[in-house]
Structure formats: C-alpha cells, structure tokens
C-alpha cells in the first residue's frame, strides 16, 4: 500500500508532504503508470480489508469455537511456549 501510494503520488506530479517534516518532490512524471498504480492501490485496499476481516473472523473462531486461548494469547502480546 505505501509503495504504490508513494509512487503514484510521485508519477501523478504530486509532492508528498511527510508529516510536515519535508516535502518529497515529484519524479518524472507519467500519468499512464500513477493511473495503473492508482487501480493498484485501490485493489490491495480492497484485499487488505478483506484479509483483516477474515483475521478477525478467525480469530473469533478461536474464541467461540475453538477455546484454545489464541484470542488470549493476541490480546496479551506475549508469543506462544513452544
Ligand atoms: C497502509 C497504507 C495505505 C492504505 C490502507 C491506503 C488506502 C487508500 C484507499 C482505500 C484509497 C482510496 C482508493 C480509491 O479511491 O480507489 C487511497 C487513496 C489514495 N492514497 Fe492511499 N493508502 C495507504 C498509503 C498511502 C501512501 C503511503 C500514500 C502516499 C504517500 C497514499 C496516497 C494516496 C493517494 C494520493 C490517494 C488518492 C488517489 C486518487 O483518488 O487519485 N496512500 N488510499
């Protein structure tokens, strides 16, 4: 997402302000490549979502179903005993 965001900002002749830090100029541009890479950014969103909807659902699942503490084990931020 960053990458194709980055570059499709910079292709599209767009500077991007990086928290009113400094301003990254654009590079060459070609309006071609940052539309394709706009469709790109736009279809990873989309998988983004729904891989971290999925995420989610399995991670009930572990819950509700499964009983086996993984929710837990999340939400605690400490790794598994192997
Ligand atoms: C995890 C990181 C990011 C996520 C989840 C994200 C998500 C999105 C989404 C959902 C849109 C709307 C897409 C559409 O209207 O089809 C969008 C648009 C846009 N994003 Fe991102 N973005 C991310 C990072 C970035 C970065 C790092 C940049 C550039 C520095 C960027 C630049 C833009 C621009 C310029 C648009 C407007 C495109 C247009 O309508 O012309 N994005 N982004």
Redesign the pocket.
């Known amino acids: 997402?960053?990458l194709?965001?980055?570059l499709?900002?910079l292709l599209?002749g767009?500077p991007?302000n990086f928290f009113d830090l400094f301003l990254i100029p654009p590079i060459a541009e070609n309006k071609e490549a940052a539309g394709l890479l706009?469709q790109v950014?736009?279809y990873v969103?989309y998988a983004?979502a729904g891989l971290i909807g999925l995420h989610i659902l399995a991670a009930l699942k572990h819950a509700v179903i499964d009983r086996d503490g993984t929710l837990a084990r999340m939400l605690s931020g400490k790794p598994a005993d192997i």
Request: hydrophobic share 40%.
């Open positions: 997402m960053p194709s965001g980055v499709m900002s599209g767009r991007i706009r950014h736009g969103a983004l």
